[in-house]
């Protein structure tokens, strides 16, 4: 198993370009999530999917969307980026308890 | 309000010198506590689950225990490729069905040879 990927592994954006970062499992979990980590910071949690069709907010959801329309995948689109956005951007999966993440997207915004 | 809180926030040992990682919670409900390591420009990886008080895990070096208020990661006889960032998250039981963690800031161990 290939577990959590993502892609692309390095990013630089202009001030309000958009794009999508890609999130793919194959653990056939039903749980997606998306952290941002800043340096000396916690992780924190963008969005998350319970299952296919259904997503919600975590605690930093302004300026970003998801979507789930498979089990497997779970990609994360930034709209309109702005340097508050530049972190490091992981994504994970579970079944129900411990979480499985993938190697990190780093974004620059500039 | 749910929080986990790790210390210290560095921590640098010689090689040899055995520490404990300390992680602090208040959370109502506890369904799962979980250790991670995390090394430089990498996803953090999944090391211990931990689900009662008394409980205890063991993995090399490394031991994870848990009371009511706190988890210990225990480091015995620390090697330079034991350094990196450890982190700490809890999952309460309001997060049953969408399997949320809350995580601290973590821990960056530092041991030198």
């Known amino acids: 198993n290939a577990g959590v990927t993502q892609t692309p592994k390095f990013r630089i954006l202009k001030i309000g370009q958009s794009m999508t970062l890609q999130c793919t499992q194959d653990m056939n979990h039903n749980y997606m999530y998306w952290y941002r980590q800043d340096p000396g910071m916690g992780l924190k949690l963008i969005y998350y999917?319970?299952?296919?069709?259904?997503?919600d907010k975590g605690e930093v959801p302004n300026g970003y969307n998801v979507s789930r329309s498979t089990t497997e995948d779970f990609p994360l689109r930034l709209e309109l980026a702005a340097p508050s956005q530049t972190s490091v951007y992981f994504c994970a999966s579970s079944y129900s308890g411990e979480q499985y993440f993938g190697p990190g997207t780093r974004l620059t915004v500039t | 309000e749910d929080q986990v809180t790790q210390s210290p926030e560095a921590l640098r040992l010689q090689e040899g010198e055995s520490s404990s990682l300390n992680c602090s919670y208040t959370?109502?409900?506890?369904?799962?506590l979980f250790w991670y390591r995390q090394d430089p420009g990498k996803g953090p990886e999944f090391l211990f689950t931990?689900?009662?008080a008394g409980e205890e895990k063991e993995k090399e070096r490394l031991k994870a225990t848990l009371t009511k208020k706190e988890s210990f990661l225990h480091i015995t006889a620390p090697k330079p490729e034991d350094s990196a960032t450890y982190l700490c998250?809890?999952?309460?039981?309001?997060?049953?069905?969408?399997?949320?963690?809350?995580f601290g800031q973590g821990t960056t161990l530092q041991v030198k040879p």
């Open positions: 959370v109502s409900g506890l369904r799962g």
């Open positions: 998250a809890v999952q309460a039981g309001s997060s049953s069905n969408t399997g949320k963690l809350i």
């Open positions: 999917s319970v299952g296919a069709g259904i997503t």
């Open positions: 931990l689900y009662s």
